[in-house]
C-alpha cells in the first residue's frame, strides 16, 4: 500500500519501520530530519514536507499532541492540498474537541478520518502488538486495516464517529495514571508499617492485580528507577487534562482526575517532568514526610 | 488439629467447612446459632460460648470489624481463660491500630498472635483458594500453615509484626476500591461520547487491564447489577475509613483515599449502602447530570 | 477625556454611564446594538465598529471572557489601527496566559496595557464603588487614573506586570468561590445536626465571619433563592478553570479549585449554569442525600 | 454564684479567672498542678480532684478533647457523684458522637448538660469576649447565663439538643479552616505571578474579605511566622476529624474537609504538628516546588 507517514518519535519510527519491513510503500516526514533519515536507511522514501507525506492511499500521523497536528496544518492548510478520497489515520492521543474539529474538517474536504489511537509502548510498537482503537467510517477503516494488521496484536472497531475512539483512549489513559497513583499511595502507606514495595507488590500482583500495569509500574516505583522514561510525567499531566476537558465539555465530574492532576503537577512543579510519570510516587513519598 | 473457630459469616462458614472437610477437629461459635448449627451438621463442633471456641492448637477468628472483635473479648477478657500457647489467627480486616493492641495483649498473657487477611470473596473461599496474608512469630504461623493450605491458593508470609499484615490487606482493599472508582469514572466519561461500558471494558481488559479485579468490577457496572452484592457498599466505606486511619497514624495523606471516602458516603447517603460497592459507579453517573 | 468604550455588559453599561455622567467624552461599543442605543441616550457617542471606539486617551474594555477578546481584535488586527499612545485599560478578568500576550502585543505596536479588573457586582459598579486592581506601565496607570476615581471606591497599583492583577483578581476569585464552597458544606452539615441556616449564619456573620461575602452569600444559600443570578455558576466555572490554568502554568497546585471545579460542573450537570454561582450549595445537599 | 471548673489549660485560665475576679466562688481542678495553684492565688479555690470540683450550681468543663473528658469519667463514674440538679456547662470542642452520649448520660442521673462551645482563642477569653454558642435545656442555660455574660461578648441560644452546639462549633472550625487553605492557596499562586502576600492581602482585606479571620490568617501567612501557635495544626486536624466524622455519621461528603485533613496531615508529616494551623500555608508552598 502506499503509505504516507507523518510524525517519527520513538512510537512513530517504532510502526513505521514495522510498515516498511511489512512491504508497504512508505513516504516519511518528520520536522527534524536524523529520524527520517534513519527510517530512509531502512527502505522508506522521505518526503522533503508535510504536504509530501501527505499522500497515498493512506496517511498515518503520530504527532505529539494537539499542538503538533494543528502546526502541520492538519486541521486547514494540508487537507487542501491533499488528493481526494485519501483516509487520514491519526494514531495520537487527541483531545475530544480537535478531534471532532478534524473529523468535520477531513469529511468538508472529502478525505476519510479515522482515530486509532494505541495502547502500548515503543517496545511494544516494535514487535507489531499495539492494542488499537480505531473508529471512523467503516470504508476508512477498511481500507486501513492491513496496516492495523502489520502494527497490533488486535483493533477494535468503535463506530463511525472518531470521538469514541478519542475517547476511549483518554479514559484509557486516565485509568492508567489512577492505577499508578493507587499503587504509589498504597506503597507509601504499607511502607510505614514495615512492608517493602517488594512484599506488596508480590502479594498484590500475585493476586487480585495480576495484570502488566500492575506489574510494570509496580517494579519501577519499587525501584525509584524512573529513567530512561517510558512515558513522561509531563505527558502524563497533559493527558490528565485531556480528561478534565473531555470531563468538562460533556460534564462529567471526574475527582480521581483532579487529584491526578494536582499529583502530576506537583512532581513537574520538583523537576520530575522528565521521569517516568510513575515518579508520581514520590510525590506521594514526600508527602508523607523528609524522613520516607 | 485442634481448631476453635470465632465467626460463620459467609465467609466464615466457607474456610470452617473445608477445614471440616479436611479432617481438622473444628469447634465453631457464632454469635447467632443457625450458622453454628449448619457447621454441626457437617461434622464441626457447636461450641456453646466464645471461650468453648477459643481454645485448642489455633484459634481462628473471622468477625466483622474491630468492634465485633472487641465485643467478644479478644482484646481483654477472652484472652484471659485461654489455654497458654494457643496460638489465635485472626482473618479479618481489622485496623492497625486494634491490631497492635491485640499483638500486644496476646503476647502479654503467653499466647500466639497471627494476623491472616485474606482477598477474595465468599466462592472463593468455598474452593479453597483464597490468597492469605500472614504475619506474626514464625512459629506460630508454622503452627497454623497445614489450615492455611487447606483454605488457600497461596499464603504470604510478612515477618514477625502482626500489623504488616493488617497494612497489605487495608492497601490492598484500598487499592480495589481506586480500581472501581476509576472504573466508574472512565465508564460515565465514556458513555457521554458514546462508549458503551460493554466497549470500554472490552477494549480495556482485553489490553493493560486484563486483571480479575476489572473484569469482575467492570461486568457489575456494565451491567448495573450490583445485587446480591459480593462486598457491601457499607464495608468498602468501613475499609477506606481503615486506610485513611492506617494514614493518618502513620501520617501518610492519601488523596485518592479521600476521594473514595466522598463517593462512597455519598452512595450510603443515596441508599445504596447494601448494594455491591461497585454501585460507586452510580454515584458518578449521578453527578454527571440526571439525563445519563 | 476621550474615552473608547468596548462591552456593554451589566457592568460595562454602569461603568460607562457613571464615566458619562462625570462628564468624559464616551464613545461605547458594543456586539449587539440596544446597549449602545440605551448609552447614547445618556450621552455617550455610539460608535459603529470596535475599531471606532478602540481610540482616544484611553480605550476601555469590559467584554466577557478571553474569546470575546480575541474576536474583537485585542490580540492583534484591532492593535494595528489603533493610534499610537492609547491606553488600553482591560477590566475584564483575563486568563493569566492571555493577559500576558496581550501585554506583549500592545507593547510591541506601542500601546499602553493596563489590567484593570474589578471585585463587585453591577450594584456596586453603579455606585461608582468598585474595587479596582490596576497592574501595567506608572505613566499608563497615572492616564487612566481618574476614570478609576469615578469607578471605584478604591484603586491598587500593582506594578507594572499586568500579569499581576490578572493574578490578584484570579486569585480574588478562587478565595469567593472557595467561601461558598465552604458555607454550603457547613450549612449540609450543621443542618443534619437540627441547625437551619439562619442560625448558623448568625453565629458565623457576627463572629469570625463578619464580612460582606458571608454575608451575602450566606444570604442567598439560606433562602435558596438563586436567581437573578448576581455571578452566574458557568462564569464561575470559567473562573475556577482560569484559577487551575494560571496554577498549571506557574506549577502551583491547588485542590481546593479542583474540587471546586467538579462542584460547579456537576451544579451545570444538573441544569444550574444560569443560576447564581451559590446555586453550589444545591450540589452539596443534593450529595447528602435525596431526603434533604 | 458556686461554680465548679475542669480543666485548667490556656483558654480553662483566661475564663476561670474572669470568673473569679467577677465574684464567683470558683473551685478548680486540672490534671497538672501549678495551673490550679495560679488560680488559687488568684482567689480560686483548689479542688484536688475531679469529684471535688464537678460540683456546685454549675460545674464547667474546659478540657482538651474527648479522650480527656472520658479519662477524667464525665462519660461515666463522674456523674454518679455529683450532686442532683448540678448544671454541666461543656465549652470544649467535642465530636456530635461524645456529645449525644454525655447528654444521655447526664439526662439519666438527673444532671442538667449544656454544650457550649466558644469562638476565640486565649486573648478574646481573657477579656471577656467569647463568642458563644450554648445549647440544651433552656433552664440549664438560664441558669449558666449570668456566667456566660462574664465570659462572652455574645452568647447565642440554639435549642434543646446540645449536638447543635457541637454542629456549629465543628462547622465554624471547619470553615475557618477552609479559609485558610484558600489563603494559602491563593497566596501561593499569586506570588508566582510577583504579587507579594502583603499586596494580595492588603486588596482582599480592604474588599470582600473585611474580616477577622482573613486579617488574621492573612498576616500570620504572609509574615510567616506560625510561633507561638495560637491554635496548634494538630488541634486543627483534629478539629478537621470531627467534621469529617460528623459528616460521615450523617452522611453529608465534605469534600474541602477532605482536602484540608490530607493538608493538615501533611503539615505534621512536615514537622510542623505544634506550630500555628495557618502554617498549613507551607505545604502549599512546598508543593509548588523547591525554588518557592
Redesign the interface.
Known amino acids: 500500500m502506499d503509505v504516507g507517514f507523518l510524525g517519527l518519535g520513538g512510537m512513530g519510527r517504532a510502526v513505521a519501520a514495522n510498515l516498511v519491513a511489512a512491504g508497504h510503500r512508505v513516504r516519511v516526514w518528520n520536522r527534524s530530519r536524523p529520524p527520517v533519515e534513519e527510517l530512509a536507511r531502512r527502505g522508506a522514501e522521505a518526503a522533503a514536507t508535510p504536504a509530501d507525506a501527505f499522500r497515498g492511499d493512506v496517511a498515518i500521523t503520530l504527532l505529539a499532541d494537539d499542538a503538533a497536528i494543528r502546526e502541520v496544518g492538519l486541521a486547514g492548510p494540508l487537507l487542501e492540498q491533499a488528493p481526494s478520497g485519501l483516509v487520514h489515520v491519526n494514531m495520537a492521543t487527541v483531545s475530544?474537541d480537535l478531534t471532532r474539529e478534524l473529523a468535520s474538517a477531513h469529511a468538508a474536504r472529502g478525505l476519510g478520518y479515522v482515530a486509532a489511537p494505541v495502547?502500548?509502548r515503543v517496545d511494544v510498537a516494535a514487535a507489531g502488538q499495539l492494542?488499537i482503537?480505531a473508529a471512523g467510517a467503516a470504508g476508512a477503516i477498511d481500507r486501513a486495516w492491513p496496516l492495523f494488521e502489520v502494527m497490533g496484536r488486535?483493533t477494535?472497531r468503535?463506530?463511525p464517529?472518531p470521538?469514541?475512539a478519542?475517547?476511549?483512549k483518554?479514559?484509557?489513559n486516565?485509568?492508567?495514571a489512577?492505577?499508578i497513583?493507587?499503587?504509589a499511595?498504597?506503597?507509601?502507606?504499607?511502607s510505614?508499617?514495615?512492608?517493602s514495595a517488594e512484599?506488596?507488590l508480590?502479594?498484590?500482583t500475585?493476586?487480585?492485580?495480576?495484570?502488566?500495569?500492575?506489574k510494570r509500574y509496580g517494579a519501577l516505583i519499587e525501584g525509584r528507577k524512573y529513567e530512561p522514561a517510558g512515558f513522561r510525567m509531563v505527558l502524563g499531566?497533559k493527558d490528565v487534562?485531556l480528561?478534565?476537558a473531555?470531563?468538562?465539555a460533556?460534564?462529567?465530574?471526574?475527582?480521581?482526575?483532579?487529584?491526578l492532576?494536582?499529583?502530576f503537577?506537583?512532581g513537574?512543579?520538583?523537576?520530575d517532568g522528565e521521569l517516568d510519570w510513575s515518579a508520581v510516587a514520590e510525590v506521594?513519598r514526600r508527602?508523607?514526610?523528609?524522613d520516607l
Do not use: K, Q
Open positions: 475530544v495502547f502500548g492494542a482503537v488486535r477494535w468503535l463506530g464517529d470521538v469514541a478519542a475517547a476511549v483518554i479514559a484509557g486516565f485509568m492508567l489512577s492505577a497513583e493507587a499503587l499511595e498504597a506503597t507509601v502507606l504499607a510505614r508499617y514495615g512492608v512484599s506488596l508480590d502479594v498484590l500475585n493476586s487480585l492485580f495480576d495484570a502488566p500495569v500492575y499531566l487534562r480528561a478534565l473531555a470531563g468538562e460533556a460534564r462529567v465530574p471526574l475527582p480521581f482526575a483532579s487529584v492532576r494536582d499529583a503537577l506537583e513537574v512543579a520538583h523537576g506521594s508527602r508523607a514526610g523528609p
